[in-house]
Structure formats: structure tokens, C-alpha cells
T-cell receptor, first 115, second 116 residues
Framework: DAGITQSPRHKVTETGTPVTLRCHQT?????MYWYRQDPGHGLRLIHY???????DKGEVSDGYSVSRSKTEDFLLTLESATSSQTSVYFC??????????????FGPGTRLTVL | AQKVTQAQTEISVVEKEDVTLDCVYE???????LFWYKQPPSGELVFLIR??????QNEISGRYSWNFQKSTSSFNFTITASQVVDSAVYFC?????????????FGQGTTLQVKP
């Protein structure tokens, strides 16, 4: 199994509070991703990183920010949580992209509930 | 537009039946990658297969087989002699080669229930 952990695994918070989710990998992979999973939508990309301090937006990035100060850690922050951000969040890692595209391995997920 | 469609929302079969999960994709890229993932009730996402657009050979792995047809933009997944442990949500995903991000575009998923 790929060495990916996410913390916390479950969180309940209130609308308007900031929340940070952490993804940690031990594979030294360059690429890291944050997805959210919602019924009827599959998984959708929020943000991704292609190296330390190199990040970019995915298709559902509004209301989220990310940071990557070390290869092994990728943080997802909800600056002011809203009920629409209640979801299951998955982190993924990959060794390569484009013509060298490798499969993405996923972390165990974080279930976030915003009341 | 880049898109993946899994038209079957839910499928229910009886153990030992064969079942095919459909996946249709849209992309203008000539180089792209297709994936299948399994999400059992425990919630984790398990990688099953990756295919690149230049390799149309069908693949078989035990009871699992995949049929990739570029002519119909489909990448269907068949489970032969299904078992209760195959009950899960299955996702098909596309990674366009031109995006250079490695991001995956997922279909909505197909929930497979295998009854004993």
C-alpha cells in the first residue's frame, strides 16, 4: 500500500470556522492532489501540487486554499467553512504525469461535516 | 470537453453472474490515460487498472477484464462469476495527456451489489 495518511479522519465543525486538512506521504512522489467526493458527482479535483510551493487550481477550487512547504505534506484549508463543503475529502499522490502518467494512489479520506 | 460518463448508477446481480460496467469518455487529446478504481464499503479507493490511448489490447486479470475501444470511446469493465466481495462503487476516470497535471476526471460511479 502507498504510504498516504490523512488527518483528521473525521471532523465536525461549524459554519464560518477555518478548517485545515493534512495529507502526508512517505513515497516521495512529486504530484499531490485534493479531491472531494459527493453523491452523483464522483470525485472532483479541488487543487493539486506539482512540487514544493507549486500548486494550481482544479475544477472546484472556490473556498479552498492549499499549501505545500515540504514534499511529503499537502495541506487543504477551508478559510470559512460552509455547509456546501460537507463532503469526503481524498488526497492522492502520483509519481508522474503526461506521457509518463502513472496511477494515482489515494489516502483513506477525511469525512468533514459543516453544521 | 473532457468528460467521463458511467450511465449505470446502480447494478444488482446474483452471485456467479457476469456483469459489465460501462464507461464512455470524451476527450480531444490523442494521448490520454484511462483508469478504473474500486471503492468498497470501507471507503478507500483501490486502483484496478491504467490504460494508455495507444494500447487497445484487452486485458484480463483473474475474474476482471477490460475492453478498450477507441472507435466508441469506451472502456468497459467486466467481472466474471461475480462474488459478494465485488460489491462496491466502481469509478472510471480519464487523465488527458495534454493537461500535464495528471489530474483525473472521474465518472459518477456505478454501485454494484452482488447478492448471495
Amino acid at each position: 500500500d502507498a504510504g498516504i495518511t490523512q488527518s483528521p479522519r473525521h471532523k465536525v465543525t461549524e459554519t464560518g470556522t477555518p478548517v485545515t486538512l493534512r495529507c502526508h506521504q512517505t513515497e516521495n512522489h512529486r504530484y499531490m492532489y485534493w479531491y472531494r467526493q459527493d453523491p452523483g458527482h464522483g470525485l472532483r479535483l479541488i487543487h493539486y501540487s506539482y512540487g514544493v510551493k507549486d500548486t494550481d487550481k482544479g475544477e472546484v477550487s472556490d473556498g479552498y486554499s492549499v499549501s505545500r512547504s515540504k514534499t511529503e505534506d499537502f495541506l487543504l484549508t477551508l478559510e470559512s467553512a460552509t455547509s456546501s463543503q460537507t463532503s469526503v475529502y481524498f488526497c492522492a499522490i502520483s509519481a508522474g504525469t503526461g506521457k509518463m502518467s502513472y496511477e494515482q494512489f489515494f489516502g483513506p479520506g477525511t469525512r468533514l461535516t459543516v453544521l | 470537453a473532457q468528460k467521463v460518463t458511467q450511465a449505470q448508477t446502480e447494478i444488482s446481480v446474483v452471485e456467479k453472474e457476469d456483469v459489465t460496467l460501462d464507461c464512455v469518455y470524451e476527450t480531444r487529446d490523442t494521448t490520454y490515460y484511462l483508469f478504473w478504481y474500486k471503492q468498497p464499503p470501507s471507503g478507500e479507493l483501490v486502483f484496478l487498472i491504467r490504460r494508455n490511448s495507444f494500447d487497445e489490447q484487452n486485458e484480463i486479470s483473474g475474474r476482471y477484464s477490460w475492453n478498450f475501444q477507441k472507435s466508441t470511446s469506451s472502456f468497459n469493465f467486466t467481472i466474471t462469476a461475480s462474488q459478494v466481495v465485488d460489491s462496491a462503487v466502481y469509478f472510471c476516470a480519464l487523465s488527458p495527456g495534454s493537461s500535464n497535471t495528471g489530474k483525473l476526471i472521474f465518472g459518477q460511479g456505478t454501485t454494484l451489489q452482488v447478492k448471495p
